[in-house]
């Protein structure tokens, strides 16, 4: 088993673990990481869990998920809310942040991604 | 020497031969008073074939048996010449092929296992299903690891 694979299993048993400080464990490392991949491993495995913790650290963070400055980061965050079957708590986060955050990007981003979710 | 004498020199030599074996036939012990080419032709010679025949049939018999016997032992030994000469040739190539290919494929092989074992090890311990069982501290260092051998490979 290779290196990318391992390391793809690890963060989705992370995120599907029953203890819920794992998510902590994401956050402080994958999202962190110096390396695209990792990244973007860890915010699709963030989306897919789908808690209102997970969400908050691709959809509000600055630097993370969605506001990411990796284009290839944000983009799948942005495509892997938009493949949600629930996207209740996906759009609430949005709306908060879209009108309370205090970074502009961070408004600005939550807006259009709010846009998109809207229309999907 | 004139013609003359050496025509009677040859015919009183084979007149002379001529009463030397009329000499020795009439000298000689032997009621039939018969040589043939030196040899003393003796009775039995003369005895009719018809009382012989049964003998001639029995030894016939029992010569063409032996030569039965003989090309059937001689066959068999070819047989058994063939199968032990085909047998040496097959363990002749065994041994060939394992002198030529037994250093070269053990050590592949053992790679390939050991190798296949590696991957079901891993399969087995890099499933999402058991690395859930982990506790989370340990998945912890586990994404750590990983990251950084990702690192130091990039």
């Known amino acids: 088993m290779n290196n990318d694979k391992k390391l793809s299993n690890i963060i989705d048993a992370l995120a599907n673990h029953e203890d819920q400080s794992s998510i902590e464990v994401l956050e402080r490392v994958g999202t962190n ?19 209102r913790d997970s969400l908050a650290i691709v959809i509000v963070s600055r630097g ?34 879209e009108e309370n955050h205090e970074d502009e990007a961070v408004r600005e981003t939550a807006r259009s991604v709010k846009a998109l979710m809207a229309f999907s | 020497m004139e013609i003359k004498n050496i025509s009677q020199r040859i015919f009183r030599s084979t007149a002379k031969t001529a009463e030397n074996k009329s000499e020795s036939c009439a000298n000689h012990t032997n009621p ?19 009382e012989n025949k049964g003998k001639m049939w ?12 003989e090309s059937i032992s001689r066959r068999l030994d070819s047989v058994v010449d063939f199968g032990n000469r085909i047998k040496a040739n097959a363990c002749d ?15 592949n092989m ?12 891993d399969m087995s311990t890099y499933s999402v299903k ?19 051998i990702k690192l130091l490979g990039a």
């Open chain 1, 33 to 51: 990481c110096p390396d695209d991949e990792v990244r973007r491993l860890t915010a699709r495995a963030l989306v897919n869990k789908n808690t």
């Open chain 1, 64 to 97: 993370k998920g969605i506001n990411d400055l990796s284009t290839n980061v944000a983009m799948s965050a942005i495509n892997e809310l938009l493949s949600l079957d629930d996207k209740s708590r996906a759009m609430d986060l949005l709306s908060d942040a």
């Open chain 2, 32 to 50: 039939f008073g018969v040589n043939f080419k030196g040899n003393l032709i003796k009775a039995d010679v003369f005895v009719k074939p018809a």
């Open chain 2, 58 to 69: 029995a030894s016939a018999i029992v010569g063409s048996m032996n030569s039965i016997n």
């Open chain 2, 93 to 107: 190539l065994w041994n060939q092929t394992r002198n030529n290919f037994e250093i070269p494929m053990l050590p």
């Open chain 2, 110 to 121: 053992k790679n390939i296992i050991n190798n296949a074992k590696e991957k079901i090890s």
């Open chain 2, 130 to 148: 058991n690395l859930m069982k982990r506790d989370r501290s340990e998945l912890d260092a586990m994404l750590q690891d990983e990251i950084t």
